[in-house]
């Protein structure tokens, strides 16, 4: 039987792939202000942050307008709930990204402390995790959000060293440079948090598609 | 610990086959809920616990509903003995054109032979039962016509509950009631099924995810699926129980 219901399902399902799109871009642009130090895009991205607010706020309104007029059962029922957490770990994400473009605005003015290596590359593992968890969420993909849980290792391994870097080859040795050295270290910090929150979103994936509660319990895989 | 467990459980009227192949374990005090289109049989699954079907001419079944270590299909069955242990409350409420008092201790005068004293404490522990007492205590010799929809249902059960039955059926109960009516008799099932094992044929699939413990959804005579609440509603296994409950069907 048709329903009303789904037209309004896949509204919300627009909207929150709409907030992906924009937390994607977020970190992208706020990746690209570190690389090449620019202060214009990084204020851009803190700038379109308000847009990404409003756009949680009218997601999560949605979300508990259909719950309170449709009392949503089974798959509709966690497909609402699964939804708003990923609004709001979109929202976290988006954030991450505004912290970085923060860290840009700090150190974009003084000489850079090394070349950009490891930074760029924790980067992309994590736009390729959101972009993958966004597309599990689209798609329906169970495979494709364990492979975003399967990424958050290789996330933490990098951020660890580039941690080890900046601290013992920089800030232990030249403690001047730790003005430099620690809104790089922050910005491999937001990009692991980047991470988690990508995973939370992997999880709630496979719970909305299998109810299989996976989070805390990675044996249940 | 299950009180009732059905075995291979069918039922025609005539050459309709109403019930088929029914296998299910109904918990002892815990309320059981099955939900299903109109004609999916549930109403009848809930009449053969205690008999009423056969009350219907051409009716017949097959398999076995065991109840306490016995069969209640079977021949020798005290039907009087089984509709005291096993209960029911219909849709709207019956109550008979007497009195309040005398409708709750109407089942032990026609089972038992009890004193005045015997009976007006079992009238007000049954009133007390279903959160009547305070409402009614001085009002016990009017007639039970004059309540309101909810005191009637109310009444009706403490009528019930005065035979000191075991298992509640509850065939639609709150159908005729308002939302605030409604929500009170289910407080009072929830009461309830700490002393009773309760199964619950209900329409509102709300109702059903509220109140229930365990919740079986038929269609065209069969039992679907049956298990645990939280189960069904989140994450029912069948797909027709995922289209019934998400309003897909149909």
């Known amino acids: ?221 | 610990m299950y009180k009732i467990i059905t075995k291979n459980l069918n039922l025609w009227y005539g050459d309709f086959q109403a019930v088929k192949n029914v296998n299910a374990s109904f918990s002892e005090n815990k309320i059981t809920a099955i939900i299903g289109p109109s004609g999916c049989g549930k109403s009848t699954l809930l009449r053969i616990f205690n008999r009423m079907n056969d009350l219907i001419e051409g009716v017949r079944t097959s398999g076995e509903i065991i109840v306490d270590q016995e069969n209640i299909l079977d021949k020798g069955i005290d039907l009087v003995d089984l509709r005291k242990k096993i209960g029911m409350v219909f849709q709207r409420p019956n109550p008979f054109p007497l009195s309040i008092y005398e409708n709750v201790v109407f089942g032990q005068r026609v089972h038992n032979s009890l004193r005045k004293p015997e009976l007006d404490s079992l009238a007000e522990n049954s009133l007390r039962s279903v959160l009547l007492w305070d409402e009614l205590k001085d009002k016990l010799h009017k007639s039970a016509l004059s309540l309101s929809l909810e005191q009637k249902q109310r009444l009706c059960i403490a009528r019930l509950v005065a035979v000191k039955p075991e298992v509640l059926l509850m065939d639609e109960p709150c159908s005729t009631l308002d939302p605030q009516a409604t929500q009170r008799i289910e407080e009072l099932m929830r009461e309830l099924k700490n002393n009773y094992t309760i199964i619950i044929v209900t329409h509102s699939m709300q109702q059903a995810a509220r109140i229930s413990d365990d919740t079986g959804f038929m269609l065209l005579g069969e039992l679907i699926e049956f298990g645990k609440t939280d189960n069904i509603f989140t994450n029912p296994l069948d797909k027709r129980t995922e289209d019934y409950i998400t309003g897909r069907y149909g």
Do not use: W
Request: glycine letters at 0%; a negative charge; proline letters at 4%.
């Open chain 1, 1 to 221: 039987m048709q329903r009303h219901f789904d037209e309004e399902l896949k509204e919300l399902h627009r909207d929150i792939l709409k907030m992906g799109v924009l937390a994607q871009e977020a970190i992208y642009k706020s990746i690209e202000a570190l690389k090449s130090r620019d202060k214009l895009l990084a204020q851009e991205v803190i700038k379109a942050d308000d847009k990404i607010d409003e756009l949680e706020l009218s997601i999560d309104e949605r979300c508990i307008d259909l719950i309170a007029r449709h009392q949503p059962m089974a798959s509709d029922l966690r497909f609402l709930t699964t939804g708003m957490k990923i609004n709001a770990e979109l929202e976290r994400i988006a954030d991450l990204a505004l912290d970085i473009s923060q860290r840009v605005l700090e150190i974009a003015d003084k000489p850079l402390l090394k070349p950009l290596v490891d930074i760029p590359k924790l980067s992309v593992i994590a736009q390729n995790m959101v972009r993958d968890a966004i597309n599990a969420f689209i798609k329906r993909d169970v495979d494709l959000a364990k492979k975003v849980l399967l990424s958050d290792p290789e996330a933490d391994r990098l951020r660890n060293f580039v941690s080890d870097e900046l601290v013992n080859d920089y800030m232990a040795k030249d403690p001047k440079t730790a003005d430099r050295a620690v809104p790089l270290l922050l910005i491999a910090r937001h990009l692991e948090r980047i991470c988690d929150h990508t995973t939370n979103i992997a999880e709630d994936v496979i719970y909305m598609i299998e109810a299989k509660v996976v989070k805390h319990h990675p044996e249940k895989l």
